[in-house]
Protein backbone atom coordinates (compact mmCIF):
# COMPACT_ATOMS: atom_id res chain seq x y z
CA UNK A 1 0.00 0.00 0.00
CA UNK A 2 1.06 3.56 -0.78
CA UNK A 3 -0.50 4.97 2.80
CA UNK A 4 1.89 6.38 5.28
CA UNK A 5 1.33 3.12 8.12
CA UNK A 6 -1.50 1.43 9.38
CA UNK A 7 -3.21 1.29 12.92
CA UNK A 8 -4.40 -1.55 14.98
CA UNK A 9 -5.85 -0.01 17.82
CA UNK A 10 -8.36 -0.64 20.92
CA UNK A 11 -8.94 -1.42 24.39
CA UNK A 12 -6.89 -4.51 25.70
CA UNK A 13 -10.26 -6.62 26.35
CA UNK A 14 -13.75 -6.01 24.80
CA UNK A 15 -14.64 -5.09 28.31
CA UNK A 16 -18.39 -4.39 27.21
CA UNK A 17 -20.18 -3.43 23.97
CA UNK A 18 -20.09 0.41 24.98
CA UNK A 19 -16.86 1.07 25.59
CA UNK A 20 -16.07 -0.99 22.23
CA UNK A 21 -17.95 1.17 20.59
CA UNK A 22 -16.78 4.33 22.18
CA UNK A 23 -13.02 4.05 21.77
CA UNK A 24 -13.85 2.57 17.92
CA UNK A 25 -15.98 5.84 16.79
CA UNK A 26 -13.09 8.27 17.98
CA UNK A 27 -10.37 6.50 17.17
CA UNK A 28 -12.13 5.84 13.53
CA UNK A 29 -12.57 10.21 13.14
CA UNK A 30 -8.89 10.10 14.52
CA UNK A 31 -7.57 7.75 11.10
CA UNK A 32 -10.22 9.25 8.89
CA UNK A 33 -8.88 12.55 9.61
CA UNK A 34 -5.14 11.89 9.02
CA UNK A 35 -5.38 9.28 6.26
CA UNK A 36 -4.44 6.08 8.25
CA UNK A 37 -5.95 2.88 7.66
CA UNK A 38 -7.32 1.49 11.27
CA UNK A 39 -7.65 -2.30 12.45
CA UNK A 40 -9.54 -2.25 15.72
CA UNK A 41 -8.77 -4.90 18.45
CA UNK A 42 -9.88 -6.05 21.16
CA UNK A 43 -9.63 -9.49 23.34
CA UNK A 44 -12.66 -11.74 23.88
CA UNK A 45 -10.30 -13.64 26.25
CA UNK A 46 -6.73 -12.39 28.51
CA UNK A 47 -5.37 -16.61 28.48
CA UNK A 48 -2.10 -14.84 29.88
CA UNK A 49 -2.65 -13.48 33.02
CA UNK A 50 0.36 -13.54 35.91
CA UNK A 51 -2.92 -14.24 38.67
CA UNK A 52 -5.93 -16.49 38.74
CA UNK A 53 -8.05 -13.64 40.36
CA UNK A 54 -6.91 -11.20 37.22
CA UNK A 55 -10.01 -10.04 35.24
CA UNK A 56 -9.63 -12.04 31.61
CA UNK A 57 -12.36 -10.54 29.63
CA UNK A 58 -15.97 -11.37 28.66
CA UNK A 59 -15.73 -14.96 27.40
CA UNK A 60 -15.62 -16.00 23.54
CA UNK A 61 -19.00 -16.12 22.80
CA UNK A 62 -19.89 -12.68 24.33
CA UNK A 63 -16.63 -11.23 23.20
CA UNK A 64 -16.90 -12.30 19.85
CA UNK A 65 -20.82 -11.07 19.76
CA UNK A 66 -19.50 -7.54 20.62
CA UNK A 67 -16.95 -7.47 17.85
CA UNK A 68 -19.37 -8.72 15.31
CA UNK A 69 -21.27 -5.55 16.21
CA UNK A 70 -18.42 -3.31 16.78
CA UNK A 71 -17.34 -4.33 13.05
CA UNK A 72 -20.77 -3.91 11.48
CA UNK A 73 -21.72 -0.57 13.39
CA UNK A 74 -18.51 1.14 12.35
CA UNK A 75 -17.79 -0.87 9.17
CA UNK A 76 -14.18 -1.59 10.36
CA UNK A 77 -11.96 -4.44 10.55
CA UNK A 78 -11.38 -6.71 13.64
CA UNK A 79 -8.47 -7.96 14.84
CA UNK A 80 -8.60 -10.38 17.72
CA UNK A 81 -5.84 -13.19 19.61
CA UNK A 82 -6.51 -17.01 19.86
CA UNK A 83 -5.17 -18.97 22.62
CA UNK A 84 -6.58 -22.76 21.66
CA UNK A 85 -6.86 -24.43 18.32
CA UNK A 86 -10.86 -24.38 19.62
CA UNK A 87 -10.87 -21.17 19.29
CA UNK A 88 -9.86 -20.54 15.99
CA UNK A 89 -13.12 -21.29 13.19
CA UNK A 90 -15.14 -19.39 16.13
CA UNK A 91 -12.87 -16.14 16.04
CA UNK A 92 -12.50 -16.82 12.03
CA UNK A 93 -16.20 -16.07 11.63
CA UNK A 94 -15.97 -12.38 12.95
CA UNK A 95 -12.58 -11.51 12.94
CA UNK A 96 -10.30 -9.97 9.86
CA UNK A 97 -6.90 -10.72 11.42
CA UNK A 98 -6.37 -13.58 13.48
CA UNK A 99 -3.72 -12.71 16.17
CA UNK A 100 -0.85 -15.29 17.80
CA UNK A 101 -0.33 -14.25 21.43
CA UNK A 102 3.65 -13.54 22.00
CA UNK A 103 3.50 -16.14 24.59
CA UNK A 104 2.20 -18.84 21.98
CA UNK A 105 4.30 -17.73 18.78
CA UNK A 106 5.54 -21.27 18.52
CA UNK A 107 2.60 -23.51 18.75
CA UNK A 108 2.75 -24.79 15.39
CA UNK A 109 -0.93 -26.24 15.18
CA UNK A 110 -1.88 -22.81 16.56
CA UNK A 111 -0.35 -21.06 13.70
CA UNK A 112 -1.04 -23.58 11.33
CA UNK A 113 -4.91 -23.59 11.97
CA UNK A 114 -5.19 -19.82 11.92
CA UNK A 115 -3.38 -20.03 8.53
CA UNK A 116 -5.67 -22.17 7.44
CA UNK A 117 -9.10 -19.83 7.82
CA UNK A 118 -7.51 -17.90 5.08
CA UNK A 119 -7.55 -14.92 7.28
CA UNK A 120 -4.66 -12.60 8.13
CA UNK A 121 -2.39 -14.02 10.67
CA UNK A 122 -0.53 -11.50 12.90
CA UNK A 123 2.11 -13.54 14.81
CA UNK A 124 3.59 -11.53 18.09
CA UNK A 125 7.40 -12.31 18.36
CA UNK A 126 7.79 -13.90 21.91
CA UNK A 127 9.61 -12.02 24.53
CA UNK A 128 12.20 -14.14 24.44
CA UNK A 129 12.82 -15.03 20.46
CA UNK A 130 15.68 -13.12 18.61
CA UNK A 131 14.39 -11.39 15.42
CA UNK A 132 15.65 -14.35 13.23
CA UNK A 133 13.52 -16.84 14.93
CA UNK A 134 10.59 -15.22 12.98
CA UNK A 135 11.34 -16.30 9.96
CA UNK A 136 10.41 -20.37 10.29
CA UNK A 137 7.37 -18.87 12.11
CA UNK A 138 6.27 -17.59 9.03
CA UNK A 139 6.94 -20.29 6.94
CA UNK A 140 4.64 -21.97 9.75
CA UNK A 141 2.10 -20.05 8.79
CA UNK A 142 1.94 -20.29 4.72
CA UNK A 143 2.57 -24.16 4.77
CA UNK A 144 -0.94 -25.12 5.81
CA UNK A 145 -2.80 -22.48 5.19
CA UNK A 146 -5.11 -21.27 2.15
CA UNK A 147 -4.59 -20.42 -1.06
CA UNK A 148 -3.55 -23.73 -2.45
CA UNK A 149 -1.19 -24.18 0.69
CA UNK A 150 0.34 -21.04 0.38
CA UNK A 151 -1.35 -17.95 2.89
CA UNK A 152 0.34 -15.36 2.27
CA UNK A 153 -1.97 -12.51 4.48
CA UNK A 154 1.07 -13.08 7.07
CA UNK A 155 2.29 -10.03 9.45
CA UNK A 156 4.82 -10.08 12.16
CA UNK A 157 4.89 -7.59 15.52
CA UNK A 158 7.87 -6.76 17.76
CA UNK A 159 6.47 -6.02 20.92
CA UNK A 160 10.04 -5.96 23.40
CA UNK A 161 12.26 -8.45 24.61
CA UNK A 162 12.94 -9.87 28.04
CA UNK A 163 15.30 -7.76 29.67
CA UNK A 164 15.75 -9.65 32.86
CA UNK A 165 12.97 -9.72 35.37
CA UNK A 166 10.07 -7.37 34.93
CA UNK A 167 11.28 -5.09 31.96
CA UNK A 168 11.00 -5.33 28.28
CA UNK A 169 13.75 -3.39 26.11
CA UNK A 170 13.19 -3.31 22.25
CA UNK A 171 16.04 -3.87 20.10
CA UNK A 172 14.88 -1.49 16.89
CA UNK A 173 17.22 -3.89 15.09
CA UNK A 174 14.61 -6.37 15.12
CA UNK A 175 12.34 -4.23 12.73
CA UNK A 176 14.85 -3.96 10.33
CA UNK A 177 15.53 -7.55 10.24
CA UNK A 178 12.19 -8.77 10.23
CA UNK A 179 11.37 -6.13 7.13
CA UNK A 180 13.41 -8.44 5.21
CA UNK A 181 11.17 -11.50 5.57
CA UNK A 182 9.15 -9.84 2.89
CA UNK A 183 6.02 -9.29 5.33
CA UNK A 184 4.20 -6.70 6.65
CA UNK A 185 6.28 -5.76 9.98
CA UNK A 186 4.25 -4.10 13.17
CA UNK A 187 5.46 -2.43 16.35
CA UNK A 188 3.41 -2.96 18.98
CA UNK A 189 4.29 0.23 21.61
CA UNK A 190 1.81 -0.83 24.64
CA UNK A 191 3.18 -3.93 24.94
CA UNK A 192 6.95 -3.02 24.31
CA UNK A 193 6.63 -0.76 27.39
CA UNK A 194 5.08 -3.02 29.45
CA UNK A 195 6.95 -3.76 33.19
CA UNK A 196 5.24 -7.70 33.01
CA UNK A 197 4.55 -8.74 36.59
CA UNK A 198 6.23 -5.60 37.95
CA UNK A 199 3.37 -4.45 40.10
CA UNK A 200 3.04 -7.80 42.31
CA UNK A 201 0.11 -9.78 40.96
CA UNK A 202 0.13 -7.41 37.49
CA UNK A 203 2.32 -5.84 34.89
CA UNK A 204 3.17 -2.03 34.70
CA UNK A 205 4.16 -0.20 31.99
CA UNK A 206 5.43 3.05 30.67
CA UNK A 207 3.20 4.88 28.57
CA UNK A 208 4.80 8.22 28.65
CA UNK A 209 7.50 6.38 26.21
CA UNK A 210 4.51 5.62 23.58
CA UNK A 211 5.24 8.74 21.79
CA UNK A 212 8.90 8.65 21.27
CA UNK A 213 8.97 4.76 20.45
CA UNK A 214 6.34 4.95 17.61
CA UNK A 215 8.32 7.78 16.06
CA UNK A 216 11.15 5.69 16.64
CA UNK A 217 9.82 2.60 15.45
CA UNK A 218 7.82 4.82 12.42
CA UNK A 219 11.49 6.45 11.02
CA UNK A 220 13.00 2.74 10.60
CA UNK A 221 10.41 1.79 8.61
CA UNK A 222 7.41 -0.45 10.22
CA UNK A 223 4.32 -0.96 8.07
CA UNK A 224 1.76 -0.47 10.95
CA UNK A 225 1.48 0.86 14.90
CA UNK A 226 -0.75 -1.37 17.19
CA UNK A 227 -1.82 0.67 20.48
CA UNK A 228 -3.81 -0.19 23.39
CA UNK A 229 -6.05 2.99 24.07
CA UNK A 230 -9.12 3.56 26.96
CA UNK A 231 -10.94 6.60 28.42
CA UNK A 232 -9.72 6.01 31.44
CA UNK A 233 -6.78 3.22 31.66
CA UNK A 234 -6.62 3.75 35.46
CA UNK A 235 -10.03 1.93 35.33
CA UNK A 236 -9.34 -0.75 32.75
CA UNK A 237 -9.83 -4.33 33.48
CA UNK A 238 -6.77 -5.20 31.70
CA UNK A 239 -3.47 -3.66 31.10
CA UNK A 240 -4.09 -0.42 33.03
CA UNK A 241 -0.81 0.76 33.49
CA UNK A 242 0.32 0.46 29.88
CA UNK A 243 -2.31 1.67 27.84
CA UNK A 244 -2.85 5.76 26.80
CA UNK A 245 -5.59 7.91 27.28
CA UNK A 246 -8.07 8.20 24.32
CA UNK A 247 -7.41 11.86 24.64
CA UNK A 248 -3.78 11.69 24.11
CA UNK A 249 -4.13 9.49 20.70
CA UNK A 250 -4.80 12.51 18.22
CA UNK A 251 -1.56 14.28 19.29
CA UNK A 252 0.50 10.79 18.98
CA UNK A 253 -1.22 10.29 15.44
CA UNK A 254 -0.09 13.93 14.31
CA UNK A 255 2.90 13.54 15.26
CA UNK A 256 3.30 10.43 13.97
CA UNK A 257 2.10 11.28 10.79
CA UNK A 258 4.69 13.97 10.37
CA UNK A 259 7.63 11.21 11.16
CA UNK A 260 5.62 9.44 8.26
CA UNK A 261 5.70 12.16 5.68
CA UNK A 262 9.04 13.45 6.14
CA UNK A 263 10.28 9.76 5.24
CA UNK A 264 12.34 9.01 1.83
CA UNK A 265 9.28 9.40 -1.40
CA UNK A 266 8.98 5.59 -1.78
CA UNK A 267 7.12 6.08 2.20
CA UNK A 268 9.56 4.01 3.47
CA UNK A 269 13.35 4.99 5.11
CA UNK A 270 16.47 4.47 2.66
CA UNK A 271 17.61 1.08 3.17
CA UNK A 272 21.31 1.22 5.15
CA UNK A 273 24.24 1.53 3.28
CA UNK A 274 26.69 -1.58 3.08
Known sequence: SDERF????????????????EIGETVG???????ISFIFKASYSKANRLSGSSYSGPGL?????????????????ILTD???????GSAADVADIIQIPAFLCRQ??????????????????????APEDMAPLIDKAGADGANDGANKRVMVTERGTTFGYHNLVVDFRSLMIMRKFGVPVVFDA???????????????GRPEFT????????????????????????EAKSDSKS??????????????????EALAPSGKPQETLS
Open 190 to 204: THSLQLPGADGHSSG
Open 108 to 129: TELIRRAAATGKWVNIKKGQFL
Open 29 to 35: ELTEKFG
Open 211 to 234: QAFCRAALAIGVDGLFIETHPNPS
Open 243 to 260: MIPLAQLERLLEDCVRVS
Open 82 to 88: VHETSEV
Open 6 to 21: FLIAGPCVAESLELCL
Open 61 to 77: DEGLRILQIVKERLSVP
